[in-house]
C-alpha cells in the first residue's frame, strides 16, 4: 500500500541498508579505533564555541514566545536582514531582507524551488559527478535530471555537453561549488561561459533557465581562492546556502534561499518559495536557530583541520601512487580506480577502509573518501591505505 | 515562469496578504492594545521554564557534535525510546523507538505520510471544519481532498455521509482531535462506529484505508475529557504529534509520526515514510530540540491560562447572545455568525475584532476565534463584542 513512486526506493534502501550494516559489523569485529570510516559527509570538527554560547544568551534574554514562536514562513526579519546585509558586504551586492528566505537546510531549499518552478517532465541539468539526492527532489516534482558526463581532466563542467543537452525543456541548471564529491571549485572563468551558453539558450527559447547553485561548502576553502557569488554572472540565480558545514550544525536543519530582485518575475518567485516552504512542511525554519545563526553572522568552523586532513591524506595517496585531483574546497577527495569502483570499494572493505564508490555519483571509475574524519584515524589508516595499494600493484 | 501548481496558490496569497495588510493597518491607527486579533493559532502560553533549562544542560553536558549533528532519518534513537515509552505508559500501547519517526512539525509528519502512500487521484476523507491547508498537502502528491459536511448539532463527524463517501479510490481519512477549529474532542463512541464503518470498506474493497490521527492539541483538554489514542481502536492508524502547543515551540518545528506495527505493511510503510522525511527535504527533526523534548517528556505549558481564557470569552459571547459549542479542547470557539461568515467579519473589524470566517474551514456560517491571546486582551475586548451583537440586534 505504499505509492508507486515510493515503491523503488523503499526496493533500493535495503542496498544502502546492507552497507550499512557492513560497517557496524566491521566494527564489532575488529573495535571502532580499527575501522577507517571514510563515507560519511558528516562534519568532524565542532561548531564554534559562540554558537553555544549564543544560544544560551538568546535563551535568557530574548521573549520566549518570540524565540520559540512562529513567525513569518520566510524567517523572522531581522535574520534575513542580517544575512542580507552580510552578503551585501562580502560579495558586493545589493540585497535586502525580502530577496532572503530561511529554510530548513539546504535539502529543503532546494525542494521548496523545483516545487517553485517545475512543471512534469521539465529537465534540470547537473554536472556529473554530482550529489545523487537531487534526483528524488527533482522527482519529487515530477521533473527529470538530465546529467552532463564527468570531465575527469579537471571535474569543472563539460560544457560542449552541457550546449548540446539544453533543450526546450530545460527549466534549471544546478551546480556545486565547492562540488561534492570532487572538491572542486567552478573557476569564474567557467562561469563565464556556462552563462553564457544560458543566455544565448534563454534567448533562442523564449523562456528563462534557472541557475541554482548549491553552496553548503562555500566557506570550505582552502587555498585562498575565491569562489564566485552566481547572482552577480546571470540575473536568474537562485543561491541555496547551509549552515550545515559553516557552523558544523547538519542536524539543526538551517540555511536559506536567495532570489534575487533581478531574477524574472522575482516577486512571484518569492512568493512562491515562501508558500512552497509552509505547505511542504517545513512552514519555517526553526525559529532558536534562525536566531542563533545571525548572532554568529561572522562565525564558521575551524576549517584549518579540515585543510590538515586534506594535505596529510592527499599527500599520503599520491605517494602510494593513487591518482587524484588536489581539492580546494569541501571535505572530499575524489580518487581515480584502478579497477571498477564497486569492486575496489568491496576490496577496500577487507582492510577496514570504507568509501563510497563514484557511480553513488554518477560517475564510476572513481571512489569519494570523505576526510571529515579525526586527523589521528588518518593516520592510523595510513597502513590500510599502503596494502591497498599494493594489492593493486601486483 | 512558476510552476502551473503553484500559479493558484500566488494567486490567493493576495488576499491572505490583504487580510494581514488590514489587521496592521488597524494597529497603526488604533494602537495594538485596542486591536483585538483573535485570528491565530499561535500559543500566548509561555514554554515551561523546564524547556529552556534543558537546552542549556544539553549544550554544557552533551556532545556537541552529537548535539548539533545528523542522526538516523528518523531522529535520535534514545529520543525515540523515551516517546515510545511515555506513550505506551499512558496508552497501554507496545510501542518501541521503531514506531517512532521524528518529524519537522506535524505539518511534515502529514506530508511525509502522504507521500508515502498516496497515488494520483486517491482520496483522503475529512470532515468540515477542518484546516483547510490539508489541501495542499495532498494535492502535493495529486490526491484529492473529499469533505464530509459538518454535523452543526455538535461537530462530530457525520457518519452517514461518511460511510457514503467512502470508494475504492480512499486511500486514508483524516481526523484531527481536539479540533482546530471547533475545540470539539470525538467521543470514543464516535470512534467506535468509525472505524467499524472503514473496516467493512476495507473488506468491501480489498484493499487498507488509512486513519490518520493529526493531534496538535492532544494535551489541551480542560474538563478532565480523555482523547481516545486511535491505534487502539484500528489497526491503520497513523498518529502525528506535535510539541507546537504541547510545550509552546511552533516554531522549532518538532513533532513525530507513530506507525504501529499492525499496520498492515507496516515495515514498509516506516521505510517509505523515513526516506519521505530525506527526500522532501527535512532530512531529519532538528537535533538540539528533539534532544529537548526527550528531556521534557512530562512536561506541558500551563493549560489553566486557556482554560480561563476559554471560559471568560465562552461566557460572555453567550451572555450577549451568541451561539456556539462549549469547546472542551485546543484553543478555538466555533461561533455561529447572524449573517455570512465573511460579512460578519468584516462587520466586526469596525469594532477592531479580528477572526477567521468558517468558509476559510470549509463550512460558512460560523466564525473562528481564537482564545490563544493574553486575558487582559479578552477582558478588554468585551466592550466591542458588546457593540457587535448590538448591531446585529437591531
Chains 1, 2 share one sequence.
Do not use: W
Not at 141 to 148: C, L, N, P, S
Amino acid at each position: 500500500m505504499i505509492s508507486d513512486k515510493m515503491k523503488k526506493l523503499v526496493e533500493n534502501n535495503s542496498v544502502i541498508r546492507e552497507m550499512f550494516e557492513e560497517g557496524k559489523n566491521l566494527r564489532k569485529i575488529y573495535g571502532d579505533e580499527n575501522v577507517f570510516d571514510f563515507s560519511l559527509g558528516n562534519p568532524s570538527v565542532e561548531t564554534p564555541e559562540k554558537v553555544n554560547e549564543a544560544i544560551k544568551e538568546i535563551l535568557e534574554k530574548e521573549d520566549s514566545l518570540k524565540v520559540h514562536g512562529y513567525m513569518s514562513n520566510s524567517g523572522f526579519e531581522d535574520v534575513r536582514t542580517t544575512i542580507a546585509t552580510s552578503i551585501n558586504k562580502r560579495f558586493e551586492t545589493d540585497f535586502s531582507e525580502n530577496n532572503i528566505i530561511m529554510t530548513v537546510g539546504a535539502a529543503s531549499a532546494l525542494n521548496i524551488i523545483f516545487k517553485s518552478i517545475l512543471n512534469p517532465d521539465d529537465e534540470v541539468i547537473v554536472f556529473a559527478p554530482y550529489f545523487m539526492e537531487y534526483n528524488n527532489y527533482v522527482a519529487g516534482y515530477d521533473g527529470r535530471v538530465v546529467a552532463i558526463s564527468p570531465n575527469t581532466e579537471n571535474f569543472e563542467p563539460n560544457l560542449e555537453e552541457f550546449e548540446n543537452k539544453i533543450t526546450n525543456k530545460t527549466k534549471a541548471v544546478l551546480v556545486n561549488t565547492p562540488n561534492n564529491p570532487t572538491g572542486v571549485i567552478y573557476k569564474e572563468d567557467t562561469i563565464k561561459k556556462m552563462v553564457e551558453i544560458m543566455n544565448r539558450k534563454q534567448e533562442e527559447y523564449s523562456h528563462e533557465i534557472f541557475l541554482i547553485s548549491d553552496e553548503p561548502y562555500r566557506e570550505l576553502v582552502y587555498d585562498d581562492i575565491e569562489v564566485p557569488y552566481l547572482t552577480k554572472y546571470y540575473n536568474n540565480t537562485f543561491i541555496v546556502y547551509s549552515y550545515s558545514k559553516t557552523l558544523s550544525l547538519p542536524g539543526e536543519r538551517i540555511g536559506y534561499v536567495v532570489v534575487p530582485d533581478e531574477m524574472e518575475d522575482s516577486k512571484n518567485i518569492i512568493t512562491a518559495i515562501t508558500i512552497s516552504n509552509r505547505i511542504i512542511g517545513c512552514v519555517n525554519a526553526p525559529s532558536l536557530i534562525q536566531r542563533t545563526v545571525m548572532k554568529c553572522i561572522n562565525e564558521k568552523v575551524d576549517i584549518s583541520i579540515y585543510k590538515k586532513n586534506r594535505d596529510l591524506l592527499y599527500s599520503k595517496l599520491t605517494e602510494l601512487g593513487f591518482e587524484c585531483i588536489k581539492p580546494e574546497g569541501a571535505f572530499y577527495l575524489f580518487v581515480k580506480t584502478p579497477v571498477d569502483d564497486k569492486e575496489f570499494c568491496s576490496k577496500a572493505k577487507e582492510f577496514n577502509l570504507l568509501f563510497v564508490p563514484g557511480s553513488s555519483f554518477g560517475c564510476s571509475g572513481y571512489v569519494r573518501i570523505a576526510y571529515c574524519v579525526k586527523t589521528d584515524m588518518i593516520e592510523k589508516s595510513f597502513e590500510a591505505f599502503r596494502k591497498l595499494a599494493e594489492y593493486y600493484k601486483k
